[in-house]
Nanobody, 122 residues
Framework: QVQLVESGGGLVQAGGSLRLSCAAS????????MGWYRQAPGKQRELVAS???????NYADSVKGRFTISRDNAKNTMYLQMNSLKPEDTAVYYC????????????????WGQGTQVTVSS
């Protein structure tokens, strides 16, 4: 089983910055992609940014130019640098990883962290 732990959330004023981290651990066989999702109260969960093991990156239109996703494959850690934060960015941010466990390496699975709260005040 793969475990994901997010950190770095908090309360900031509009225009401020936060850096989120997600550390993957456990019986990791391979991780093909990782991503950040967020869910605001009363809203559907949405993809914020993703990055593959090969470094291919996608961003939601709403965060392009403000957020930067990165990954340290050797450490199985992913980061989300969030700059110029807006109140609309307020949400619980979840780390996601797509890959395979060493105990079941034939099955591609999605793994989720517990989430970290990001609150941006106006």
């Amino acid at each position: 089983q793969v475990q994901l732990v997010e950190s770095g959330g908090g309360l900031v004023q509009a225009g401020g910055s936060l850096r989120l981290s997600c550390a993957a651990s456990g019986s990791i066989f391979s991780i093909n992609a990782m991503g950040w999702y967020r869910q605001a109260p009363g809203k559907q969960r949405e993809l914020v940014a993703s990055i593959t093991a090969g470094g291919r990156i996608n961003y939601a239109d709403s965060v392009k130019g403000r957020f930067t996703i990165s990954r340290d494959n050797a450490k199985n850690t992913m980061y989300l640098q969030m700059n110029s934060l807006k109140p609309e960015d307020t949400a619980v941010y979840y780390c996601n990883a797509r890959g395979r466990s060493s105990t079941d390496y034939y099955t591609d699975q999605n793994y989720w962290g517990q989430g970290t709260q990001v609150t941006v005040s106006s």
